[in-house]
């Protein structure tokens, strides 16, 4: 359950991303920039009708601000769009979206189809599950296993994913759009072409993890280690802070328009090119060695 608090500091990340300031976003809402500024630092909370704006003019799920959908009644809530193309399904469809669970297991899951969203799951094991080609839409997930499944061209959208385990999960050419991830353990996951857009990633335990042709476009990233070799990857528009790279190797990587100060480089190496993309986003490389070509 969000406190009023991180509610806040959502409403805060999600109005930056759109380029807003507290002012624009107010008039936008008819409240004053003031008003805003409080929802921001916690100090109160928009009303239901407010918060309902307040998703559609952020571009965001009413889940995103996770528990504050608690204290609304069912009309204010987003349904999952009626209006996307039926598919062909050749699996037994079952219809998981809209629903609570809570210390449910369904390890060895298969055939979940696409139905999937906006549900809230606690403390749930999904382990060695067939999950691959969902649409995962305004979810919020904390406390759950999902060690060895395969999410693999999976689309988390405006989701909140907070203590998860996703040990040797299969991520191939998986979306995360506006989504934020917090303290989650993608240790050994696969997560070759995976992209993310607009999205928070803090203190993620990323050991062994695969990345390849990885993109993060616009995001924020805090309290992070890369301790694994990188090829191809690209990093467009981020925000680092506390970030650390110890003892990976870095080839063919694209840096653009990235805060790179506060990143500490340890024992690292790098190509040329993925060395003159990060010096060009003033990085401290003197923990970073040039490899031969």
């Known amino acids: ?19 807003l300031s507290q002012s624009q976003l107010g008039e936008l809402l008819s409240v004053s920039a003031q008003a805003v500024g409080k929802w921001e630092r916690g100090e109160s909370m928009p009303d239901i009708v407010t918060f309902g704006k307040l998703a559609e003019v952020l571009g965001v799920d009413l ?14 809530k987003t349904a999952p769009s009626s209006t996307e193309p039926e598919k062909v399904r050749q699996k037994q469809g079952w219809d998981m979206s809209g629903s609570n ?10 055939g979940l189809a696409e ?3 906006g549900s809230n799951i606690k403390k749930c094991q999904f382990i060695n599950s067939e999950m691959a080609g969902l649409v995962l839409k305004g979810n919020n997930i904390a406390n759950s296993d999902f060690t060895g ?30 989504s934020n991830l917090k303290n989650c353990d993608f240790s050994g996951a696969d997560l070759t072409g995976s992209v993310s857009k607009y999205c928070v990633f803090h203190k993620l335990k990323l050991s062994g ?9 616009w995001g924020q990233l805090t309290d992070l280690t890369f301790e694994s070799n990188m090829t191809s990857c690209s990093f467009t528009s981020c925000d680092f802070a506390r970030v650390e790279f110890n ?8 840096f653009k328009n990235c805060k790179l100060k506060r990143v500490t480089f340890v024992n690292c190496k790098a190509d040329k090119l993925s060395y003159a993309f990060m010096k060009a986003c003033h990085a401290n490389l003197s923990g970073v060695e040039i490899l031969e070509e």
């Open 1 to 19: 359950m969000l406190s009023v608090f991180e509610i806040g500091e959502k409403i805060a990340v999600a109005r930056k991303m759109k380029n």
């Open 63 to 76: 889940n995103y601000f996770g528990s504050a959908q608690e204290a609304m009644p069912d009309f204010c």
């Open 101 to 110: 669970w809570t210390d449910a297991d369904f390890s060895g899951l298969h």
């Open 115 to 117: 139905k999937f969203n």
């Open 149 to 178: 499944s395969d999410v693999s061209r999976c689309k988390f959208s405006g989701s909140n994913l907070e203590s998860n385990t996703f040990s040797g999960c299969n991520f191939n050419s998986s979306e995360f759009i506006r």
């Open 209 to 217: 993890a695969a990345l390849l042709n990885t993109a993060f476009h």
């Open 247 to 254: 003892g990976a190797v870095i080839r063919n990587t694209f």
